[in-house]
């Protein structure tokens, strides 16, 4: 039976932990995160999960651990949040090129310099090409979601990535909501027994992790794991299926909000596009025919699929919470270029950075945004491709 | 206390650090590595810190490790190992093994005493079940002999070479034993592996431990020290000889100091017998030498009356 709870995005998080119950979790403080890993540790020391829990001395540490754990044979996590996401950059890659199925929930925030403690997504784009999944969460309810699907995702057999699941710092991590938690049976049920694969303690089949390879044989290596990539959506599709059987809510690649008619379009990721809908439903009680999409799935990043949605419109914005500094374009951007390219008739596209350093997303800038749109439409004239939107002159 | 084994019964077990592997003739890595493996009597499992040991020993698809073994990156074979023996423990709780399984770090002294170095500490502060060895050949072998903070005063190396206003290297070791006992972990030692009975009573006392035990072995390497790819062992024992190397252990606070030599040979044995040190003999910087001497009587001096202290 489902249960109906008040509770923050952090909370809501390691709650799904627990419910896993995994064998080891590598635990380092940072502001959003803090929350998450101090209540795991609290099932730890209440003796209501089986995890045994490494402390460590900063987060290259934590995802050296997990590296480490994971190798050994058994289900690993941790989180994390900006900084400390930043300060495990070099271990990410060495965690997908092992192919070790390491869950990470990432509370979204800002990087320094300047420094700033809240919600902006520059901390996960950063790390959009290091072979990780990534799942992106608007609420509470998909965070923990998500954090469930993801251990299904990234133990899958023909997978085995590790898999971040994101969510907007503050906004959400420390937000209450309501929503519904599912019993710990079923979670279970849902996860699993972890299977291992190559694990450096099976001591009768001695395996070497981490080896050296050269010019002869890197480029196969690489190229297998990205042929792994284009079988991540169908997994993700199969596990959300099993998972509306059990909680009724229905996951896939990406959201999509009134889009199938729709001639105008905005692109938002996690907590802000909650806000964009309503919005969106304004334009539609004015009779104007607006519609939004979600991406979930953001790596690897489902190009044909979300092209497949998108053709049809006449103008699209996407709002990017963060900035890819010499790319000229925030990041979502760029990929949504990349989605519309290979078709004739294509959306016009362009590009607002918001919310920097958690600075507010108000409906007004849904609005501002949607109410160009339509001049565009109306007059095709591009006033800007990119712009900074609620930011001082 | 681990039964003491014999040099006979040592000779009869299996190499658990296959020939084959890719180090330079004459290095001292794999024979330490060989030493530490054949001392141990337990299942072993192994990390390896980014280094020449890590490159030579598993370029794929050959392996030289006849035990699990992980290569994680440069500065966190302690962070890895530790994930490891966490595991190790929550399957062992959970019934999912059975064995008795102990497990070893290696790392040189750029991947221990300066990246690796917090890692290590972390690891050491928490507790983990676990035996590092630092094989010290006091430089970036690797990369091609560049100074770390365990290069030994005077050195010559590529990124402090001694040139005609700059003598090698102007600043001390990092003496990392003494910082791995302030950790107040239950087992520190220097060993080396001219010393080979020794270095495997410490890895066996090590194993028979439970918690964090840390090992440092010098290690001679004929490409950095400039010296003859048969030199190894004479090279390690002179270290020892001259007390620029003491050979002691910390077990449990209790400083002991394992060989003494018969006759305290002087530094400048040990450093004319390699082309790191040779710039030191010029009659302008003679006087280096003698603060080498005068830096190692006073740690020796030092150590003794450690262990002095403990002994009365």
């Known amino acids: 039976m489902a249960k109906i709870v008040a509770v923050t995005g952090n909370e809501a998080v390691a709650n799904a932990l627990k419910q896993v119950n995994p064998d080891v979790c590598a635990a380092y403080p940072i502001t959003p995160q803090t929350e998450m890993m101090q209540r795991f540790s609290s099932f730890v020391s209440d003796g209501k999960v089986k995890t045994e829990i490494i402390l460590v001395e900063s987060e290259h540490s934590s995802m050296s651990a997990c590296v480490g754990a994971c190798a050994a044979g058994g289900r690993v996590i941790t989180a994390t949040s900006s900084q400390g996401l930043a300060l495990m950059y070099e271990i990410l890659y060495i965690a997908s090129g092992t192919r070790l199925p390491i869950v990470m929930p990432v509370v979204n925030r800002a990087l320094s310099a300047p420094l700033n403690i809240h919600g902006d997504h520059s901390d996960s784009m950063g790390a ?3 072979g990780w999944i990534q799942l992106w969460s608007e609420n509470a309810q998909e965070a923990y979601d998500n954090t469930i699907q993801a251990f299904r995702i990234a133990e899958h057999m023909d997978i085995r990535l590790p898999i971040m699941i994101n969510m907007d710092g503050f906004i959400i991590s420390h937000s209450i909501e309501r929503m519904e938690y599912l019993d ?11 299977k291992s694969l190559n694990p450096l303690l099976d001591l009768e089949h001695p395996v070497s992790y981490g080896p050296l390879i050269l010019t002869d044989y890197y480029m196969e290596f690489r190229k297998a794991q990205d042929d792994v990539e284009s079988k991540v959506p169908g997994v993700v599709l199969d596990v959300a299926k099993d998972f509306e059987k059990l909680s009724g809510r229905t996951y896939g690649l990406f959201e999509t909000y009134r889009l199938d008619d729709a001639e105008i379009a905005l692109i938002i990721l996690n907590s802000a596009a909650g806000t964009s809908k309503d919005v969106v439903d304004e334009f539609r009680d004015k009779g104007i025919k ?4 979600k991406p979930r799935l953001y790596r690897p990043f489902p190009y044909k699929e979300i092209g497949e949605a998108l053709k049809h419109l006449k103008a699209v914005c996407v709002l990017d919470r963060a900035d890819a500094f010499g790319g000229s374009f925030g990041p979502v951007y760029m990929d949504i270029a990349t989605s519309l390219y290979p078709y004739k008739e294509r959306p016009v596209l362009i590009n607002k950075i918001y919310g920097l350093g958690g600075r507010d997303y108000l409906p007004d800038h849904a609005k501002l945004v949607l109410n160009e749109l339509v001049e565009l439409v109306g007059n095709g004239t591009v006033k800007s491709y990119k712009e900074y939107i609620g930011v001082r002159e | 206390m681990a039964k003491a084994v014999t040099l006979k019964e040592l000779s009869k077990k299996e ?3 296959a020939p084959g592997h890719r180090l330079c003739a004459g290095c001292g890595a794999p024979i330490v590595v060989k030493m ?3 001392a141990s009597d337990y299942h072993l499992v192994a990390a390896n810190a980014t280094g020449c040991l890590e490159v030579s020993s598993c370029i794929s698809d050959y392996t030289a490790w006849k035990i699990p073994w992980i290569h994680n990156a440069f500065e966190n074979a302690a962070a890895t190992l530790s994930g490891v023996e ?3 423990r929550s399957l062992k709780k959970q019934g999912k093994i059975d064995k008795e399984i102990k497990f070893i770090a290696f790392g040189g002294d750029g991947g221990t005493y300066d990246i690796g170095f917090q890692s290590l500490s972390g690891a050491m502060e928490r507790g983990h079940d676990m035996l590092y060895i630092c094989y010290d050949n006091g430089a970036y072998m690797n990369t091609g002999i560049q100074r770390s903070s365990a290069t030994p005063f005077g050195a010559d190396t590529t990124t402090r070479p001694a040139g005609s206003v700059v003598p090698g290297k102007t600043e001390q070791r990092k003496n990392l034993t ?8 239950p087992y520190v030692a220097q060993a080396s592996p001219s010393h080979w009975a020794d270095l495997v009573r410490k890895v066996r006392k090590a194993l028979e431990i439970t918690g964090p035990k840390f090992m440092n072995i010098v290690t001679p390497c004929n490409r950095g020290w400039r010296s003859r790819t048969d030199d190894a062992i004479t090279l390690s024992r002179l270290a020892v000889d001259t007390c620029y190397w003491p050979l002691y252990e910390i077990e449990n606070g209790v400083t002991k100091i394992t060989f003494r030599p018969r006759e305290k040979k002087p530094i400048a044995d040990f450093l004319k017998t390699q082309g790191r040190f040779k710039h030191l003999f010029k009659p302008e910087n003679e006087v280096l030498i003698g603060k080498i001497q005068e830096s190692i009587d006073r740690e020796w001096e030092k150590l003794q009356k450690e262990e002095a202290c403990f002994a009365s």
């Open chain 2, 86 to 88: 966490t595991m190790y």
């Open chain 2, 15 to 17: 190499l658990l650090f």
């Open chain 2, 36 to 38: 530490v493996l054949l």
């Open chain 1, 184 to 194: 710990d049976d079923q979670v279970q049920n849902f996860v699993g027994e972890f």
């Open chain 1, 128 to 130: 959009r090409d290091t």
């Open chain 2, 178 to 185: 003494k910082i791995m006992a302030a950790h107040n972990i």
């Open chain 1, 290 to 293: 607006a519609g939004l999409l």
